[in-house]
């Protein structure tokens, strides 16, 4: 029998993203969406069960799964409810606006011995794994220099929470999650953090330029993030001791989900941007892309529901967290800082 799930929030990220997933994954069944606007859900969902109030599917004892969906504020009184219920918890990143809110939720969720994790999909794109695939492989040789962008060209400011002031908004809060975790997935801890933030187009009121530097000992990692970058710039740039790795283009998950494509149609995941790799003489030769496997995300909490490890543990979670905090104090102080302490 499949575990029944329930959705919590319908904004961009629930509808495009969880939805869609959860339905794809056979180990889960979307039981109930939690909406103040039910005819928005049942637009797409006409036979879905919507409540008004996450209290009646917390109640609920058929309800196996909880995903938080919600703007980035209510992420932690949420989670807390949930885990008070008993539910097995998945949260959109980031757990929490803080690291010291991200720790209480995890520390809590083992306390209480309920599954916790949290929803770093950008693991599955199919450009990160064929570069973590190639870097593992050696085939550039030593890392020395990685850089990794999410730039876009949206030169109006829009009337939503992740571009008006308040907490959890801005282009690093929402962006550098993602941008974070990655790199932790392939280097690890840096040693310091330094961050520039700025915003720069007219209107805005909230920081829409990022510029992260993590050091390490013998690596310099850049993670960037721009809203005003007409044509694109490369998506990763990565240099090493025997040659260097260059991929445009953003991964297709996301375009394909708003796009009403599901997972298992034909193409899914893969594009036609290629991933090149520059030999010692800078001669280019093209590196097949893995195809993108956003599902891998959803089959593996199904896994861990039944016993397995997760793949997003909420450690992982929280070094995310204490990096993105880090960043952050290092833009506003101006002083390169090191990760704060985060490990339960």
């Not at 282009?171 to 790199?183: I, N, T």
């Not at 310091?192 to 993590?214: E, I, K, N």
């Not at 193409?267 to 290629?274: H, L, S």
Request: hydrophobic content about 45%; charged content about 20%.
């Amino acid at each position: 029998m499949p575990h029944d799930v329930a959705l919590i929030g319908y904004g961009y990220a629930g509808k495009t993203f969880h939805a869609p997933l959860i339905q794809a994954e056979p180990g889960l069944r979307l039981a109930a969406v939690v909406s103040s606007n039910a005819a928005k859900v049942h637009a797409d969902l006409p036979d879905m069960r919507v409540e008004a109030d996450i209290a009646a599917v917390l109640a609920d004892p058929s309800i196996d799964l909880v995903v938080i969906a919600t703007p980035n504020d209510g992420h932690a009184p949420l989670a807390h409810a949930a885990i008070d219920a008993g539910k097995a918890l998945v949260v959109d990143k980031p757990l929490a606006l803080t690291l010291a809110e991200a720790r209480q939720i995890a520390v809590h969720a083992g306390e209480r011995g309920t599954l916790l994790s949290v929803f770093h999909n950008r693991r599955w794109d199919g450009d990160f794994m064929t570069i973590a695939s190639a870097i593992e492989q050696g085939l550039i040789g030593k890392v020395a220099h990685f850089e990794s962008h999410f730039d876009r060209f949206r030169p109006t400011v829009r009337d939503r929470w992740r571009e008006n002031p308040g907490p959890g908004s801005g282009v690093w809060a929402d962006l550098g999650p993602h941008l974070a975790d990655q790199a932790l997935c392939l280097f690890g801890l840096p040693e310091r953090v330094m961050a520039s933030f700025g915003t720069l187009r007219d209107g805005a009121q909230t920081d829409d330029w990022a510029h992260v530097v993590l050091e390490y000992p013998t690596l310099r990692c850049v993670l960037h993030a721009g809203m005003l970058v007409a044509g694109g710039s490369p998506r990763f740039v990565v240099h090493g001791s025997e040659g260097s790795l260059i991929k445009h283009g953003l991964d297709p998950q996301e375009g394909q989900l708003l796009n009403g494509q599901r997972p298992g149609a034909p193409d899914w995941g893969r594009e036609a941007n290629p991933l090149t790799r520059h030999d010692a003489e800078g001669t280019g030769h093209p590196l097949k892309l893995m195809p993108g496997d956003y599902p891998r995300f959803y089959a593996g909490i199904t896994a861990a529901l039944d016993g397995a490890p997760l793949h997003v543990a909420p450690e992982q979670s929280l070094a995310v967290m204490a990096v993105v905090e880090a960043a952050a104090e290092a833009a506003r102080s101006g002083v390169a800082q090191p990760v704060p302490p985060f490990r339960l």
